[in-house]
T-cell receptor, first 109, second 116 residues
Framework: GEDVEQSLFLSVREGDSSVINCTYT??????LYWYKQEPGAGLQLLTY?????DMKQDQRLTVLLNKKDKHLSLRIADTQTGDSAIYFC?????????FGKGNQVVVIP | GAVVSQHPSWVICKSGTSVKIECRSL??????MFWYRQFPKQSLMLMAT?????????EQGVEKDKFLINHASLTLSTLTVTSAHPEDSSFYIC????????????FGQGTRLTVV
């Protein structure tokens, strides 16, 4: 089955850039997603990238996809305190999504 | 973006009772809804996928008689935890996908269930 791996914890100073990494196993994944979860809340879709793309930029967010290595990363530029949350990557196709364990990002003022 | 609303946000119930959680798509019709369970500091575990008007498809290891899922309309799906036990305490999240074949699935805010 699908498997998605993420590192667990990242602390970053406000204003710096943060990078979160993720690897996945399902090569048939059509889309790769990044979700943000704030404490006690559901998931908010941040951005997604088609599997045939290498990079997608959306304001402060940059997604890089290395399909050969099945590696996905999310770079947050000018990290702000409101970016403190757990970030999940997910891979999937038609219906099913496989989520990573999440990466907690703590922004230090 | 599309809005998915879950109700209640949190619930405390006694062991042995049943609890119903609602998931509504407020501004779009959701042909498919997903129910996830999230343990503390862990990822989301897909419990079941439900399509409007048909029986839900449960993931391996999820008891369908314990976690009853109903998707009677294009805007509402319900998850009923029957005969709840303390080990059922968890964070339950639904997500919904629309009719147009779009890939995005929008998530509800989640329901914190505590069984005492």
């Amino acid at each position: 089955g699908e498997d998605v791996e993420q590192s667990l914890f990242l602390s970053v100073r406000e204003g710096d850039s943060s990078v979160i990494n993720c690897t996945y196993t399902d090569s048939s994944s059509t889309y790769l997603y990044w979700y943000k979860q704030e404490p006690g809340a559901g998931l908010q879709l941040l951005t997604y990238i088609f599997s045939n793309m290498d990079m997608k930029q959306d304001q402060r967010l940059t997604v890089l996809l290395n399909k050969k290595d099945k590696h996905l990363s999310l770079r947050i530029a000018d990290t702000q305190t409101g970016d403190s949350a757990i970030y999940f990557c997910a891979s999937g196709g038609d219906n099913r999504l496989a989520f990573g364990k999440g990466n907690q990002v703590v922004v230090i003022p | 973006g599309a809005v998915v609303s879950q109700h209640p946000s949190w619930v405390i119930c006694k062991s042995g009772t049943s609890v119903k959680i609602e998931c509504r798509s407020l501004d779009f019709q959701a042909t498919t809804m997903f129910w996830y369970r999230q343990f503390p500091k862990q990822s989301l575990m897909l419990m079941a996928t439900s399509n409007e008007g048909s029986k839900a498809t449960y993931e391996q290891g999820v008891e369908k008689d314990k976690f009853l899922i109903n998707h009677a309309s294009l805007t509402l799906s319900t998850l009923t935890v029957t005969s709840a036990h303390p080990e059922d305490s968890s964070f339950y999240i639904c997500s919904a996908r629309g009719m147009e074949g779009k890939t995005e699935a929008f998530f509800g805010q989640g329901t914190r269930l505590t069984v005492v």
